[in-house]
């Protein structure tokens, strides 16, 4: 028992000498548990019927949103009013005079108004994906089993939290579901209309990639940097891809000049650093890489 007393003492050190201790209380952190149940909660808000146990109908649904969205507005107001005052004791952001919960209430409560937006958004995609994807056999088979329709779905919800300047809680978000598809999505990439993840396994994309319209990507694809240098933190770092253009299975797509052509074919395993024409396929040959532009 010594020497367990004596480990606690050695951790007690390390927590005066390293810090990350997230003190309970008034300042504490967001809640992974919190962010997790609450990701849960908007899921069932955009998918009605979908997620839950019970049934529902056209009798109770308006009943049983109302209560959803009352019940989740009071939690997300707390975690983001916890992120927002993160912030202001980091130096890196000012809650105004209302303060960090007035704040917090103004974020949220636009969030709920923006919901039907993104919605509308998931429904593109959600029929992106059916149509993409000769497997597919119904719409209801992309919301209830697509891990590329999940990513998407968390990606517009955190990706809101993110242009709303909102501290950690983005991050949480996006890597939940990073967790259980193996889809990397920064919170901060903008995505358009109609996006389809095929499989999805090991995609990353990137903090400031831009993704047009009708943009479909195979597993293993990356979006990145060309450096991952400190400094670099506020610049465009990684690629835009135009609208139509289909990127296949493990292709490496990096920097933040580099821009892919509208309708653009990128082929699987190629490496591409720099920009690639309108209208293009790329694909590699005998172990060569080959551009090949087609008439429009």
């Known amino acids: 028992m010594d020497r367990i007393g004596k480990s606690i003492d050695l951790l007690m ?3 005066s000498s390293f810090g990350m201790v997230n003190h309970s209380g008034g300042a504490n952190l967001p809640g992974r548990a919190n962010i997790a149940r609450i990701v849960g909660g908007l899921d069932e808000l955009l998918f009605p019927g ?3 146990n019970q049934g ?15 019940h989740l507005a009071l939690e997300l107001i707390r975690e983001v009013e916890k992120s927002l005052a993160f912030s202001v004791r980091e130096g890196t952001l ?10 917090a209430e103004l974020i949220v ?3 709920f108004e923006e919901l039907p937006a993104i919605r509308h958004a998931l429904s593109l995609d959600m029929e992106a994906n059916f149509r993409g994807d000769p497997a597919a056999k119904s719409v209801d088979e992309v ?16 990706n809101y939290f993110w242009n709303a300047q909102v501290p950690l809680i983005p991050r949480m978000m996006s890597e939940l579901v990073h967790a259980s598809t193996g889809i990397d999505i920064h919170p901060g990439a903008r995505i358009g209309e109609s996006f389809f993840i095929d499989h999805g396994t090991g995609i990353v994309i990137g903090e400031t990639s831009v993704i047009g319209n009708n943009v479909k990507l195979y597993q293993g694809v990356t979006l990145g940097a060309l450096s991952v240098k400190k400094e ?6 990684h690629p835009t891809i135009e609208d139509d253009v289909t990127i296949y299975s493990h292709a490496t797509i990096l920097g933040g000049d580099t821009v ?15 920009s690639v024409p309108p209208n293009t396929t790329v694909y590699t040959s005998a172990g060569e890489q080959v551009l090949m532009q087609r008439d429009r």
């Not at 056209?58 to 009352?70: C, G, I, M, Q, Y």
């Not at 000012?94 to 303060?99: N, Q």
């Not at 892919?260 to 720099?274: A, D, F, K, L, P």
């Open 143 to 158: 919301i209830l089993s697509y891990p590329g329709f999940r990513a998407i779905t968390v990606h517009r919800l955190a």
């Open 232 to 237: 670099e933190a506020n610049r465009k770092r």
């Open 50 to 52: 979908f997620r839950e």
């Open 13 to 15: 050190e390390t927590y």
């Open 56 to 70: 529902l109908d056209h009798s109770n649904l308006r009943l049983v949103t109302a209560e959803k969205v009352n």
């Open 260 to 274: 892919i052509g509208q309708g653009s074919v990128i082929g699987g395993n190629v490496w591409i650093t720099e």
């Open 94 to 103: 000012s809650c105004g005079h209302g303060g960090c919960h007035a704040a």
């Open 109 to 111: 409560g636009s969030f």
